[in-house]
């Protein structure tokens, strides 16, 4: 698992808390002693029109559960956009459990409330446990997780703690005023808001803020360095239309890299004018130790192709749609995972595709190249409608694209003979999968030094519908319809020009290209678990979706 491992003084808080409520809430049920401090620190009376009254009943309203995890809703959404994938679920997380769980517990429970509450939307239902401080609690601790997760400066975190401390209080200081809850619903709501909260972040792999941390940054921003300290520097490479937060963005990785002993990192970012070629050119030049790239498919191809054969270790932080290279080769989508593969990850040397078409322009690509139908429907999909929905408008331009004319094929691998095919699907492949998690080749190796060739010739619709599920389900069986190839060398031939794509982008249109193998040109970053020798796509895709969020949906709760 590339998850972060949860540290002990986070599960002894979720421990301690959980045993709280539970104590806490048996003593409530059961312990007479409480019910007559209850009703001994019962507020005054509040005379209903009061200005007290109507500011207090302002501030219930403001503070109402269903608000207040509306807004950690939106806190969700921002983290989803930002790739903070893991943050994104212990947000929802928290509003399912902490919303719906204190629900339950009223439920259970069925504590009148005091019979004289002010009369006021917010004080209808059972008792315990305060809801308002459920929601507070996890409202406010969500904030700080946000603002760890995304590095903000040990100062404006600092601050927030005791924002929060007060943001808490005056709920509960307001809904003491109102006589809307004992004091004991609101220690029991304070409870279980900060077990909800940090069972969930525990739960979704995320840091729990805790005050000792900012006591553990300072001790540690003030360590000398030795003096046979390792200058390092790294540079990043990234695409401004992709990365959505530069401020956020450039903030987590200079505190990733300060942290590790980096220093005087470059940040290069690429223009429409140029994806990488002289970003990655001058990071090469400057003799760096490492280079980020942050970007879509585009620009990480450029940018493997610019660091091919240099020994530099590359680390991939997905930020495009496809993310084709980061899932073929186990590297987690979530943006705070993969910036700890790329800095902590292993060196695994992988193989890049040198392509030449017609006899005389260049590439180099990392995952697929391919002519023929699949290339039509990367030309036709709507970069508005991938923006929206993302994977799925491949989907929408396949279907556009169904009736793509065939190609009259010749394919020669290595020095073999001439094959002759009339081909739908011509894809020569580094490694597996393609958009929208399609195992085009799930057995491809990146670090085999061979290539895989698949050649797809269906006429009718059942014949699309058999090469699909042969596809997927990796059956190996005779088919007239579905060729596979391996070797170090192809050269595909078609009868007309159309349309080729590299690693998921159009690049041109073209008769003939000639495939080539480069053997563990690039070095780049993985898990642990993703840098064993030959692992097929389909295996090293596993690694990368076991440290990821089962639940993917941002705005759910």
Excluded at 170 to 181: E, G, M, Q, Y
Excluded at 376 to 386: H, P, Q, V, Y
Excluded at 522 to 531: D, G
């Amino acid at each position: 698992m590339v998850r972060r491992t949860p540290s002990l003084s986070a599960v002894s808080v979720a421990v301690v808390l959980g045993l709280a409520f539970v104590v806490w809430t048996g003593l409530v049920l059961a312990f007479p002693p409480v019910a007559r401090a209850d009703r001994l620190l019962l507020a005054p009376t509040l005379t209903p029109g009061s200005a007290l009254a109507q500011i207090s009943a302002a501030f219930s309203l403001l503070t109402y559960p269903g608000l207040v995890f509306a807004a950690v809703a939106g806190l969700a959404v921002w983290a989803w956009q930002r790739r903070l994938r893991q943050l994104c679920l212990a947000l929802v997380l928290m509003i399912v459990l902490g919303w719906g769980g204190y629900g339950l517990v009223k439920l259970a429970v069925r504590r009148a409330r005091p019979e004289r509450a002010l009369d006021v939307l917010t004080a209808t239902g059972y008792a315990y446990p305060s809801g308002h401080l459920t929601a507070i609690v996890c409202g406010t601790i969500a904030v700080g997780a946000a603002m760890a997760v995304s590095r903000r400066p040990v100062r404006a975190r600092f601050a927030w703690q005791v924002a929060a401390i007060a943001i808490v209080a005056l709920v509960a200081l307001d809904r003491w005023i109102t006589s809307a809850h004992w004091i004991s619903d609101l220690v029991g709501g304070a409870l279980f808001g900060g077990l909800v909260a940090t069972v969930s972040l525990l739960l979704a792999g995320v840091h729990v803020p805790l005050p000792h941390d900012f006591v553990t940054e300072i001790a540690r921003s003030r360590v000398p360095r030795p003096d046979d300290h390792v200058t390092r520097r790294a540079a990043v490479i990234y695409n401004p239309a992709k990365v959505v937060d530069w401020v956020t963005f450039r903030r987590q990785v200079e505190y990733e890299l300060k942290t590790r002993g980096w220093e005087r990192t470059l940040f290069l970012e690429t223009t429409p004018e140029d994806s990488g070629h002289a970003m990655t050119a001058y990071a090469v030049r400057e003799g760096v130790d490492l280079v980020l790239g942050a970007g879509g498919d585009g620009t990480v191809r450029v940018i493997c192709s610019g660091l091919a054969d240099t020994g530099i270790p590359f680390g991939l932080i997905p930020a495009g749609t496809g993310n084709l290279l980061a899932k073929n080769i186990g590297i987690p989508l979530d943006a705070a995972l993969a910036l700890d593969v790329a800095l902590d990850g292993e060196d695994k040397p992988i193989d890049l595709v040198g392509l030449t078409i017609d006899g005389h322009t260049r590439h180099t690509f990392a995952v697929m190249a391919g002519i023929g139908v699949d290339a039509a429907i990367m030309e036709s999909t709507n970069a508005d409608l991938k923006k929206a929905v993302g994977s799925a408008a491949y989907f929408v331009a396949a279907a556009q694209n169904a009736n793509h004319k065939a190609l009259l094929t010749r394919i020669q691998v290595d020095d073999g003979e001439v094959v002759e095919r009339l081909a739908h699907v011509i894809v020569v492949g580094n490694v597996g999968f393609l958009q929208g998690n399609l195992p085009l080749i799930p057995d491809a190796r990146p670090d085999d030094g061979l290539l895989d060739v698949l050649i797809a010739s269906p006429v009718t619709f059942r014949d699309w519908a058999r090469v699909f599920r042969r596809v997927v389900t990796r059956r190996h069986r005779e088919d007239a319809q579905l060729d596979r190839f391996t070797g170090r060398k192809v050269t595909i031939t078609v009868d007309r020009r159309d349309a080729y794509q590299l690693d998921g982008d159009t690049a041109g249109d073209c008769r003939t290209l000639t495939a080539e193998v480069r053997p563990g040109a690039l070095v780049v970053r993985v898990p642990r678990e993703a840098a064993t020798p030959r692992a097929t796509s389909a295996e090293l895709v596993e690694v990368g979706a076991a440290a990821e969020p089962q639940d993917r949906t941002p705005t759910a709760g």
